[in-house]
């Protein structure tokens, strides 16, 4: 059975800087596309980055202060945010799918965590 756990998320005052992980279990890391996404209050799931293989993605809306890693070695992806500011005040959920263009464009994930929520005060 697939899992994947968030966690990482908090408070933080804007400009500071917060780092999720996202431990897999039941399937190889490595051999998946992974993806991060961000949903706020009232609004619809946002996706904020993505790496598959060695290729990473991002929206301009996180590109230069979002950055996706992962170490297969302890099958975990992170989600590095930095000079975070309200509008990234959301709870973030991670997602594994097959490796592939559609998942570097936020599409196509099957599986996905519970979510961990990110809190930027001002």
């Known amino acids: 059975q697939v899992q994947l756990v968030e966690s990482g998320g908090g408070l933080v005052q804007a400009g500071g800087s917060l780092r999720l992980s996202c431990a897999a279990s039941g399937l190889t890391l490595s051999t998946y596309a992974m993806g991060w996404f961000r949903q706020a209050p009232g609004k619809e799931r946002e996706f904020v980055a993505a790496?598959?293989?060695?290729?990473?993605y991002y929206p301009d809306s996180v590109k230069g202060r979002f950055t996706i890693s992962r170490d297969n070695a302890k099958n975990t992806v992170y989600l590095q945010m930095n000079s975070l500011n309200s509008e990234d005040t959301a709870v973030y959920y991670c997602?594994?799918?097959?490796?592939?263009?559609?998942?570097?464009?936020?599409?196509?994930?099957?599986?996905w965590g519970q979510g961990t929520q990110v809190t930027v005060s001002s």
């Open positions: 997602a594994a799918g097959p490796p592939g263009y559609r998942r570097l464009l936020g599409t196509g994930y099957d599986y």
């Open positions: 790496i598959s293989w060695s290729s990473t």
